[in-house]
């Protein structure tokens, strides 16, 4: 009985793991970039039930028995996200996969939000104010319209100036989330670097790939499940509760 309770409690658990991922993608549906994320589940192992015992006192296999479930882990899906137009010179979206770069302390990080600016100095950097990699180095483009080519390449008055430095990964699962709609990759020997070969976009901007229904669904699902299972800890709780108090006092 106590196997149940257990089993009933690791329900919850999970259950809740998924509700707060839901209510987090929920929160950035109108994050310019986000990439939603999902729970990963992955069974408990499996136990041999044996009996011992008996009149004979042979060993008898009853079966195996499952203690459940539980949240191995939280992965970004990377579907791309509707297109908003804009018509501003300074946002760009990436069709297909891979990411922007940005440098923040000397290291790079990666984002699909590509909603850029020039700062005082005439450098691309994000909202936040900081760098847009170019494979030459910082991107100078002034405060003067630029032209992006789906390639990537940053024309202005007919000079090229520098090209983004767009990225892909092997796994993009395996990329961290880092806070600010930017992502790292801390196993770069696992999770090699690739060359983007999707599309770039200027005057547009990738909106979230949350769909709010979708995420309504499986937030109504996820909460049934998780008061399912309570209900079921609760019934085991009082039946456990007789055998002590009164079962026991016979």
Request: avoid cysteine.
């Amino acid at each position: 009985m106590l196997r149940g309770l257990y089993t009933a409690a690791t329900g919850m658990i999970h259950q809740r793991e998924k509700l707060n991922t839901i209510a987090n993608n929920l929160s950035n549906t109108n994050t310019r970039g986000y990439k939603k994320d999902s729970v990963v589940s992955h069974s408990f192992r499996d136990e041999l039930l044996l009996r011992t015992g008996g009149q004979t006192g042979e060993v008898k296999a009853l079966g195996p028995l499952n203690h459940g479930v539980y949240s191995e882990r939280i992965i970004p899906l990377f579907q791309d996200g509707p297109l908003e137009q804009t018509n501003q010179f300074t946002d760009i979206a990436l069709q297909g996969s891979g990411f922007f770069t940005i440098l923040i302390d000397g290291r790079e990080f990666y984002t699909r939000d590509g909603t850029f600016r020039a700062d005082q100095e005439g450098i691309l950097v994000n909202m936040e104010g900081h760098e847009v990699v170019g494979e030459y180095g910082p991107i100078y483009v002034g405060q003067e319209d630029f032209h992006v080519d789906p390639e990537g390449n940053i024309w202005q008055n007919g000079q090229f100036v520098n090209r983004l430095q767009l990225i892909d990964f092997e796994d993009a699962t395996l990329l961290e989330k880092v806070g600010d709609n930017l992502f790292v990759n801390n196993s770069p020997e696992a999770n090699p670097a690739l060359e983007f070969e999707g599309e770039v976009l200027q005057g547009y901007i990738e909106a979230s790939n949350v769909d709010l229904l979708e995420e309504m669904s499986n937030m109504i699902v996820a909460a049934r499940s998780y008061e399912a299972a309570q209900r079921v800890l609760q019934m085991i709780d009082s039946t456990l509760s007789k055998t002590v108090n009164e079962v026991g006092s016979v």
